[in-house]
């Protein structure tokens, strides 16, 4: 798949599984979000941080603010039908106390402002998406990786045969986490090696994952 020549690597709905008119799209370079069928782009470069947040809905609370005290001003004051005012005040009370709980907010962060996407409430794919679009523009291409160790055996298994496999579904790291580790660590790009990588979601997380039979030629060795 490729938006405006370049290749995607990784696409997440914002919400609602399937709806294409709200989603988000990775390139190596560039950051898409698809938003109530606009498309809009942001560099990774321009990107401070991609954060999820709580705000408040500010028409919301201007619009509840003025019409509550205003019928009930008029219901004090004997203006006009007692019924109709009564339902333009729980109205607006119930307006302002909407704007007031807010709304659950993707927030792109440049150095000129953020930028927020109201969501009804961030997805497990939203988040994976988000973690490793944070890797991309924080560390490039080694963000675009993968990493995981192999025991003895497996480097053995991998130098005789030119190839491993994973019996067991092996948990893969993300850049940043590999800081931790200080063992030998291997690399995979998700892309070209989509048929053996997954994600998986475990406790209420999406952890991606490496399994089945990988070709030498697949996996990113430390001296490579």
Known sequence: MHIEDQAIIATSYIARLGDEKNKCFLSKSTLFIRYRGRLERYELSAIKDIQFKHK?????????GVVAPLSALALLNDYGNHWALLTMLVVGLLTLYYGYEGSPTITITTA???YD???SRPT???????????QL???DDK???FYFSLSKEQKEQLSNKGQIYFNEPTDLLY????QRHKDVLYAIDPVTISQNFKLVKR??????ILEGLVSQEDIITPDS
């Not at 850049?175 to 590999?178: D, L």
């Not at 406790?203 to 991606?208: F, K, Q, S, T």
């Open 56 to 64: 408040l809905l500010l028409f919301p609370m201007i619009a509840g």
């Open 112 to 114: 000129v402002k953020d």
């Open 117 to 119: 996407y109201f969501i």
């Open 124 to 134: 497990p794919n939203l988040f994976a998406f988000a973690k490793y679009a944070r």
């Open 137 to 139: 523009y924080k560390f």
């Open 143 to 145: 963000g675009r990786f």
């Open 175 to 178: 850049f940043e986490e590999t």
């Open 203 to 208: 406790d209420h997380l999406m952890v991606p």
